[in-house]
């Protein structure tokens, strides 16, 4: 079955770098949309950032653009998002999630997906 697991989640200092992976199984990634989203404490989960495995068209949040990039490697099912720059309100549990035939921006909406990973934490702050 599909399944998919987020690592790499720590505790950074502002203005530090991180590195999340979401790994796939149970399906390729060659087919799929992969999204990251992230949820701070009593706040809705929204999306972060999205790639389409077949064409790797990306797609990312304002808030992260320019700090943040969505990579994939295909040959080992593995989603990354490098993370730079990052501030105290970057603070979230962190989550993949992967469907199919989701088209443009909408990889950002949140009711698009119905697999998730269960999230890495990540925290900025000194």
């Known amino acids: 079955q599909v399944q998919l697991v987020e690592s790499g989640g720590d505790l950074v200092q502002p203005g530090g770098s991180l590195r999340l992976s979401c790994a796939a199984s149970g399906f390729s990634l060659d087919y799929w949309v992969i999204g990251w989203f992230r949820q701070a404490p009593g706040k809705e989960r929204e999306g972060v950032s999205c790639i389409s495995s077949s064409d790797g068209r990306t797609v990312y949040a304002d808030s992260v653009k320019g700090r943040f990039t969505i990579s994939r490697d295909n040959a080992k099912n593995i989603v990354y998002l490098q993370m730079n720059s990052l501030k105290p309100e970057d603070t979230a549990k962190y989550y993949c999630?992967?469907?199919?035939?989701?088209?443009?921006?909408?990889?950002?909406?949140?009711?698009?997906?119905?697999?998730w990973g269960k999230g890495t934490l990540v925290t900025v702050s000194s």
């Open positions: 999630a992967t469907d199919k035939d989701i088209g443009g921006s909408a990889c950002l909406i949140r009711a698009m997906y119905y697999y």
